[in-house]
């Protein structure tokens, strides 16, 4: 046996992303990419120094005070980390990582294309041609609606919410946004900023949500905030389904105060989201992908890597977020 540290990974990785874990430590692997119950982590977590997790697999506080003391970092393999109770890791010492950056890009081109699949109703047309429904061509077929040249409303101007706005200057849109505090000049650009998200609400067509889910975010699209959106907008959800009050928002999709919505993220995913939405035209439904390239996934893992590498050797890692 090798003095290798024993990394246990919950989920089947790109094979690049095993094998070079590999070279530099002891793997735990889960070949079939079963999703393990609480009591299984526990039990596999006796035999390793650190855990790469998904989103998939939920760190509570009971949880990490079960973790055995070997546990020195949980790097995981996501940018966000709302399944991780961080002050309970913090407390512990047990360090945990994310990875920001790397799938900006990708997320942000699943936020134009809810945009757009939202805008431009590409469910129902989609289903139409499918189900062999579509039967003819009128001049008001399928009309949807156009983004070129509207008002689109970032809420949380991070990494990937820059990476959109950037995007959808292609389609002269406008940004406004909202954040906690205003981008330097040179990041912002011609954004517009506003202080408040009842502000950025009022004055757009399209939101697209790009915040972490945390205390301070759960259920922030409520149904006050809805209301400030005007009847031919759209809002797109990338981040985490915990953002938006999903009684409220199928209400204002059905009811027509809002037009339509694109989400890639729920409450409850993936069995448990809100049916509602299934029931909906007017909403375009992905199923969490925004990370979800080639190029992304092994970027992601490789950040991961370098995380527990820094770690085990003793010097800080580059994206600790506890
Ligand atoms: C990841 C995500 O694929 O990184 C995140 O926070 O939401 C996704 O894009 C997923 O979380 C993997 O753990």
């Known amino acids: 046996m090798d003095n290798k540290p024993v990394v246990l990974v919950t989920r089947r990785l790109p094979a690049a992303v095993e094998q070079k874990l590999g070279e530099r430590f002891t793997t735990l692997l889960n070949p079939d990419d079963r999703l393990y119950s609480t009591a299984e982590l526990l039990e596999l977590a006796a035999q390793a120094d650190a855990i790469l997790p998904c989103h998939t697999e939920k760190f509570p506080a009971d949880t990490i005070a079960q973790l055995p003391a070997r546990v020195k970092a949980i790097a995981n393999f996501s940018v966000g980390v709302d399944h991780v109770d961080l002050d309970a ?12 950056d790397v799938l900006s890009d990708a997320t942000a081109e699943i936020a ?5 699949g939202a805008a431009r109703r590409a469910s129902e ?12 061509w009128s001049p008001d077929f399928m009309v949807g609606r156009q983004t070129t040249g509207k008002r689109l409303g970032i809420l949380g101007m991070g990494r990937v919410g820059q990476v959109v ?7 002269d849109m406008t940004i406004h946004y909202h954040n906690r505090k205003p981008l330097d000049p040179v990041q912002a650009g011609d954004a517009v900023y506003h202080d408040s998200v009842e ?3 009022a004055n757009i067509d399209v939101l697209s949500i790009h915040c972490p889910a945390m205390e301070s975010t759960r259920g922030l699209m409520n149904r006050e905030r809805l209301a400030l959106m005007h009847a031919d907008s759209i809002l797109v959800n990338t981040s985490r389904g915990g953002v938006i009050d999903d009684d409220a ?8 105060a809002i037009g339509a ?8 995913e993936p069995d448990g989201i809100h049916p509602g939405y299934r ?3 007017n909403v375009f439904l992905l199923p969490h992908i925004g990370s979800a390239t080639y190029e992304t996934r092994i970027a992601m893992g490789y950040r991961a890597i370098a995380n527990l590498v820094a770690i085990f050797d003793g010097d800080e890692p580059g994206d600790r977020v506890a």
């Open 89 to 100: 890791a913090k407390q512990k010492g047990i360090i945990v990582t994310n990875t920001p």
């Open 112 to 116: 134009i294309l809810l945009m757009l």
């Open 125 to 136: 047309g989609e289903r139409l041609v499918r189900n062999r429904q579509w039967k003819d």
């Open 165 to 171: 706005a950037q995007r959808a200057r292609g389609f």
């Open 199 to 201: 502000a950025l609400l």
């Open 249 to 256: 928002l199928v209400a204002a999709l059905n009811s027509g």
């Open 261 to 268: 919505a694109g989400l890639d993220v729920f409450n409850g």
């Open 279 to 281: 029931k909906l035209d």
